[in-house]
């Protein structure tokens, strides 16, 4: 369990909350609107309605007792920079900062924050890759050009073993998994074969993948 600061309640702020919420950590929620605030505390151990980019505000949070500071303002970067740096200066361990483009994100690492979070940028590659192709039911950009996919087992892949098939030497891809009816098998050995029904996890370069399964 961590202790997180999360300055910004607003839709991704919120979603964000519920996620860390799931997971069992304590989380202190920030915003200067109240109905922000009103919407975002189910999800939190406590929440204060303030100004995040005042200093005197921030120091009576004690930005240093915190593991994680989340600043998820995405209304405005002038704030969104600003506070990224208070929250730095005024002891933030980790801080997380929201930016809509590599622009901003350089900024933000310029002035505290120590890593970056694009969601609007994220999820919209997520939904152009997944949805442009039938064969791709969900996927997961690893960064350097890398990418976590899960499709159906082709056709032609279907009885026969890992062994046999030889992906890794043919294609340059790594099978690290397979489901069926939504159960997850990673023990994985040559000796594994495919059956219909199964979607198989892929790790790989896009470009490989892309070649590989002629998506």
């Not at 929620?29 to 005042?54: K, N, W």
């Not at 340059?172 to 495919?194: A, C, E, M, Y």
Request: hydrophobic letters at 40%; aromatic letters at 8%.
């Amino acid at each position: 369990m961590k202790t997180i600061l999360l300055i910004g309640a607003g839709q991704f702020g919120v979603h964000l909350a519920k996620k860390l919420n799931s997971l069992g950590h304590e989380i202190m929620a920030v915003d200067s609107r109240e109905e922000r605030v009103d919407q975002i505390l189910p999800y939190c151990t406590s929440a204060q309605i303030g100004d995040a980019s005042s200093t005197d505000f921030l120091q009576t949070l004690g930005i240093e007792d915190y593991d994680v500071c989340f600043v998820t303002i995405g209304d405005n970067f002038q704030d969104s920079l600003e506070t990224t740096s208070l929250v730095k200066e005024l002891g933030g361990r980790f801080v997380v900062a929201r930016a809509s483009n590599d622009v901003h994100a350089k900024f933000l690492l310029r002035n505290g924050a120590d890593q970056i979070i694009y969601p609007e940028k994220q999820v919209a590659d997520w939904a152009a890759i997944k949805c442009s192709s039938e064969h791709i039911l969900d996927f997961m950009d690893l960064g350097s050009d890398f990418g976590l996919f899960e499709i159906d087992v082709p056709d032609g892949w279907i009885g026969k073993s890992l062994a046999e098939l030889d992906i890794r030497r043919r294609h340059h891809i790594n099978v690290i998994g397979k489901k069926q009816r939504g159960v997850l098998d990673v023990t994985l050995s040559p000796d594994t074969v495919f059956v219909p029904g199964e979607t198989i996890l892929v790790l790989g370069t896009k470009r490989d993948f892309y070649k590989t399964f002629k998506v």
